[in-house]
T-cell receptor
Framework: SQQGEEDPQALSIQEGENATMNCSYK?????LQWYRQNSGRGLVHLIL?????REKHSGRLRVTLDTSKKSSSLLITASRAADTASYFC?????????????FGTGTLLAVQP | DTAVSQTPKYLVTQMGNDKSIKCEQN?????MYWYKQDSKKFLKIMFS???????INETVPNRFSPKSPDKAHLNLHINSLELGDSAVYFC??????????FGQGTRLTVV
């Protein structure tokens, strides 16, 4: 089952520009995470934001979370060609001994040199 | 040392065959997952194992069976392979509700 949607599905920008990706989800969450996937590779964790946090920064990454709207955004500033990849949000729900890590549909980012 | 390793990386097999994909994690995590990524890049959760007990089975056909001999391993066995099973399968492990670590994926092609 898919937790939510991401938009845009694809994004093409020039090096140096900022890239913004949005994620919506459906249920209450413990935290929301963003992952990156280079073509043909596994997923790599980028950043985690807890349900009681509204904004978090890590290097050139800025994540916001609005639990009232069940949405999050990932901003990559001063993009580089090496940022070209697919980006996925994932929600973590936790109940007792149960973990669920459910992914959104992903955004394919292409950064043109 | 690779945190999460899965083998094989590529698997080409004929319809009707039975195959297994192995996954091992050396992180001491309690939770392991199997995901299927289709041609549209959607990542669908298939199974979650927490302390060797199956927690989730997301409407996956019973031809797929996870097997966990111990906390560090979660193997995926597939019976009677079908063309629609062709995809990339990812194993992942997670400690509590923190970040998950993924294997490099197994590209399964059923011909």
């Amino acid at each position: 089952s898919q937790q939510g949607e991401e938009d845009p599905q694809a994004l093409s920008i020039q090096e140096g520009e900022n890239a913004t990706m949005n994620c919506s989800y459906k249920t209450s969450i413990n935290n929301l995470q963003w992952y990156r996937q280079n073509s043909g590779r596994g997923l790599v964790h980028l950043i985690l934001i807890r349900s009681n946090e509204r904004e978090k920064h890590s290097g050139r990454l800025r994540v916001t979370l609005d639990t009232s709207k069940k949405s999050s955004s990932l901003l990559i500033t001063a993009s580089r060609a090496a940022d070209t990849a697919s980006y996925f949000c994932a929600t973590v729900t936790y109940g007792g001994a149960t973990n669920k890590l459910i992914f959104g549909t992903g955004t394919l980012l292409a950064v043109q040199p | 040392d690779t945190a999460v390793s899965q083998t094989p990386k590529y698997l080409v097999t004929q319809m009707g065959n039975d195959k297994s994909i192995k996954c091992e994690q050396n992180l001491g995590h309690d939770t392991m997952y199997w995901y299927k990524q289709d041609s549209k890049k959607f990542l669908k959760i298939m199974f979650s194992y927490n302390n060797k007990e199956l927690i989730i089975n997301e409407t996956v056909p019973n031809r797929f069976s996870p097997k966990s001999p111990d906390k560090a391993h979660l193997n995926l066995h597939i019976n009677s392979l079908e063309l629609g099973d062709s995809a990339v399968y990812f194993c992942a492990s997670q400690g509590g509700v923190t970040e998950a670590f993924f294997g490099q994926g197994t590209r399964l092609t059923v011909v």
